[in-house]
Structure formats: C-alpha cells, structure tokens
C-alpha cells in the first residue's frame, strides 16, 4: 500500500508542477520601448556623449543579505555610462538593469545627477502580460530625487499600482540597488578607461 500512495503523491506533484507552469497569455509578449542609446538620450538630452565604464559591484553588495528585502545582483560587474557636456564635464550617470517581475525581467534605466540624486527612470523593455502601467510617467515620476537614504518601497515613498505589483516591486529593487551600486563605486572621480561610445 505504501508503494501505492507514494506513486499517488508522485503522480500529484508533478500535475502541480505542470499547472504552475505559466502559459503564453500569462507570461505576455515583449515590449520594446527604448533602446539603450534612445533610452540614454532622453534621460540626458543635453549630453553631447557618453562613455562607457565597466565597474566591478563592491564585495559588500554582492554579499547583501537577500533576506532583508535586498535583490543580490546577477554579475559582479556593471557598466556605468557616464554623460557629458560640450566642455567633457560629466552630467550624470547612468545604469541599465534587470529585474524579475512575475515571470520575466524588466529593462530600466536609471539615470542620476552628480549628487546622486535619481533624476529618470525609463522601461526599455516589458516582457510580462500584465503591469506594464509602471512604465508611465506618472509612476515613474516618483523615484525622481530620490537618493540612497529613501526606502523606495510600496506604501512607504511608493505609491502602488493594482495589478501591478510584482512590476513595482522589481523596479523598486531596480532602483536601490543602482542608487546603492552608484555611491558605492562613485565616492570618488571616475577615471574613463574605455572609448567613447559612438
């Protein structure tokens, strides 16, 4: 008998495993927006270039506890753009990120003035069925100004989309984790070792 009840939990699980597998309608299509160089340009339409530099995420971030509410990050390194003036200043900064939603990553941008401050955000790409509202200005108005020292959470400094919550949530982490990266890596001038972008 107990051979047979095992089969029957066996048999269980595996339809179970089957129905959470998502289906098309319920992952949705993807969505382009912006492309990267579309998505820098709006972010700093007055920088004449941009350069590219490759940083390495500090040891302590990687190490973040992921328990805490924190997202770890998925290389140990992130490329910076770095926007610039008709006199070679630096105007800002920039990250483009992924984040999970429901099913699938979303690609943001996340665009920063000098005291790091977030001064954008843009969704270059959605690829779920459902909350792609949060890629509107009018939410994504709320993470300008915001700096390391804001929560950036739901019901906090966040306000919240019905439907779209696990959207918001992975761009809240998007955020943070782009603030945080950005302070880290940018307590000190930052050196172009890489060619411009052309």
Known sequence: MGWFCTGLFLLASAAAAVAAEPSADEIGSVQVYLTPDEAREQAFPQAVRFDTQ????PKHLLEAPTDSGFRSFADDSVAVYIARDTTNSAIGYAVIG???GKYRPITFLVAVDLQMRVSSVA??????SRGG???????LRQYRGKDGTDPIRI??????ITGATLS??????GVRKSLLLLEAVLDR????????EP
Do not use: H
């Open 189 to 196: 001038p930052i050196k172009v070792t890489t060619s411009p």
């Open 155 to 160: 019901n906090r400094d966040i306000i919240n």
């Open 123 to 128: 969704i270059l790409v959605y690829r779920e």
């Open 168 to 173: 918001v949530r992975a761009l809240n982490a």
């Open 54 to 57: 490759v940083l390495a995420v």
């Open 133 to 139: 509202e949060v890629r509107r200005q009018r939410f």
């Open 98 to 100: 992924e984040e999970i």
